[in-house]
């Protein structure tokens, strides 16, 4: 069965980075996007970056182009969110997200299928 496991998440001082990792199994097909999401106490969920692993094509949500980098490794399904110059309105719940037979990612939560467990990212002073 499809699974996706998160980790990576902690608390951190504004200004500073953490590195999200999501680990993938349970299915064989090269042709799926991975998305990061992420829900705020009190807010909608926000899709923040995602990326398709057929072509390694991203994209980003406005408020974390240019901190965050979402990046790849293939062949142990796996994909990780560098997340730099961390803010407090970044304080979230992270969940990872899987479509399959997907050839263009999408940054609506809708869109995916499967999701991890979350982790918790706390930005604060």
């Known amino acids: 069965q499809v699974q996706l496991v998160e980790s990576g998440g902690g608390l951190v001082q504004p200004g500073g980075s953490l590195r999200l990792s999501c680990a993938a199994s349970?299915?064989?097909?090269?042709?799926?996007?991975i998305g990061w999401i992420r829900q705020a106490p009190g807010k909608e969920r926000e899709g923040v970056s995602c990326?398709?692993?057929?072509?390694?094509?991203?994209f980003y949500a406005d408020s974390v182009k240019g901190r965050f980098t979402i990046s790849r490794d293939s062949a142990n399904k796996r994909v990780f969110l560098q997340m730099n110059s961390l803010k407090p309105e970044d304080t979230a719940d992270y969940y990872c997200?899987?479509?399959?037979?997907?050839?263009?990612?999408?940054?609506?939560?809708?869109?995916?299928?499967?999701w991890g467990q979350g982790t918790q990212v706390t930005v604060s002073s």
């Open positions: 990326i398709t692993n057929s072509d390694g094509s991203t």
């Open positions: 349970g299915f064989t097909s090269d042709y799926y996007s």
């Open positions: 997200a899987l479509v399959l037979t997907s050839y263009v990612c999408s940054l609506g939560y809708y869109e995916y299928d499967y």
